[in-house]
């Protein structure tokens, strides 16, 4: 063979293997991958129309005959060709072309094309058209035409064909029991069949809207893996061992509640007595505590590590940012150390040698309950006896990392109990779906004496408004957080890896801190005689200790901050917030940021700043904020907006659990599933396992975590 035809035969396997590349980019390994690649929309090649019947606008098929073809040179060069189906004449424009497509599309060539219909300078045309060349016996499509989802060096000519090939031998035998299916239900196999290719007479809207009855059959068929699932993981976890932590008469959790500077609300005390329940079981604990901004979670976890370090048990509390690390840590040492209680801290920024201490403390069991963020979970820190794993703001840790706290007591045959907190409550129909596994324990009302914030939205064109605001509050006496977007934010992120490594973080990558750094500069010229603190993610953790210490004790009368400041920053005087480029912020993280203020007896006010045009989704999110403080209702507008699965966010590990289901529209699907599920383990256990292996694979852990 000679050098240019080894070279012919390499780029003609590059060519073939390109698409085959970008298929197993997009997870299509397996016929059933293929089989579930569902389409995005569909176009009608079953019909044509005439060219004297075709509107402007209007996106149809046409059939005629080549009956002009040339290049023009005008600005640009242009294919144009023109082609006549007896009615009427109409103009194919191609801005960019091979030579070919001219020779090939020659007078007397017919042509079958597809594209929209405008008014151009001669009358009726098409930009870039889908072109086939055609006989006048060439019969149409019976069905209509799927448009994939694709990535590029995948055409969809190519992918249809993988697809159809897939679906012919994809395993999809019916493995349900006929009496557990709803009524009206097509096969599985009926069901993709028509999603791939339906009839020209099927109504378009339950195609796109999902409710066509084979829609429902996969719906219905990914929730009911996924509620098995779910109730497996329960199930499971009840033939696991753990402590049985009694909460002992006049024990710790008694002399904590009695010097606590504060009574608890209705909502905690029936929280704290839920969580006491589970811990007195010798099964593992697996509860979500979910409660909104300033609910008062942070003692509730404190009351219930008072029962596990009562009965002799250690308690680790992992946060996911150091700065909500150490509001904890501040509180629980202030409660628990007065009562003999040994708090540790661990953290990725600790020097080696104190480090070193804490670990000591922590392997011995001096000390009783550790604080700290990722570090806790390396694998050099060992626990002589832990009991209880508490995660704040669980969705921001990865499933791995959740996991990996869990297995540290796996030496002892035992597993510690978990609790689980939220500031981001979770809307009753994820929860029943997503959380069905979990116990969830709500505390639905606020303590005592706090105001309600106010919420105004404002263009950044009235920035120098807000400035005269902010300098007419700071004359009172007040504070003020000033908070700025960080479009490559990685603060807590790399360190976490980092921490979670087990190494220091040198390497950071480019960060563009200008946005924040300006503002500080501007607001202190405009405020002189006023403390204006800088607070970001690259501060060295001393140094963002020592800001947060000086804007609490009020000697910094406004901080400038990147969302490092979103969760556990507890300052009662600061009673102002304003959130510049608020629609580049999701929904959830701008209730938390305004959660902030309010924490006082004087009333507050979050000033979100917006810069137009702004997005449907982006009017949707100021529009929420401006209307409600309720986080529940905030939660269940989130959940309209973005869908279930970037609310769930770390739950999925980065890859959706439901990706036909839509929990907003399917609640009845939901509770049907899940009643066929609880039937489904009953009957057949091997059948159920199959279902969930079918649909969700590797997936089901991550429901577990």
Known sequence: MSVSDRSATSSTASKQSAPAKAMERLGLVRDIDLALHLPLRYEDETRLTRVRDARDGDTVQVEGVVCDNRVEARSRRQLLVKIDDGSGELLLRFLNFYPSQQ???GRGVRLRVRGEVRHGFFGREMVHPTVKVVSDTTPLAEALTPVYPTSAGLPQAYLRK?????????????????????????SLREALRFLHHPSPEVSIETLEDHSHPAWMRLKFEELLAQQVSQMQARRERAHLRAPALLDKPGGLRQRL???????????QHRVCDEIAQDLQRPQPMHRLLQGDVGSGKTVVAALSAAIAMDAGWQCALMAPTEILAEQHFRKLVGWLEPLGVKVAWLTGSLKAKAKRAQIEAVASGEAQLVVGTHAVIQDQVEFARLGLALIDEQHRFGVAQRLQLRRKLESSELEPHLLMMSATPIPRTLAMTYLADLEVST??????GRTPIVTRVFADSRRDEVVERIRDEVAKGAQVYWVCPLIDETEDSDQAADEAAGRASNKRPPLDLSNVTQTHQELSEALPGYGVGLLHGRLPAAEKAEVMARFSAGELSVLVATTVIEVGVDVPNASLMVIEHAERFGLSQLHQLRGRVGRGAVASVCVLLYA?????????RLKAMAETNDGFEIARRDLDIRGPGEFMGSRQSGAALLRFADLSEDQGLVARARKAAEQLLEADPGVAQKQVERWLGNKAEYLKA
């Open 103 to 105: 020779k090939s599309w």
């Open 162 to 186: 993988a697809v159809a090939a897939g679906l012919s031998r994809a395993p999809l035998q019916e493995i349900l029991p006929p009496a557990l299916l709803p009524k009206g239900m097509p």
């Open 257 to 267: 509640l009695e010097v606590l500077p504060f009574g608890l609300t209705a909502a």
């Open 443 to 448: 505390i639905d009302e606020l303590p005592p």
């Open 612 to 620: 137009s045009p702004l997005s449907d989704s982006g009017k949707q």
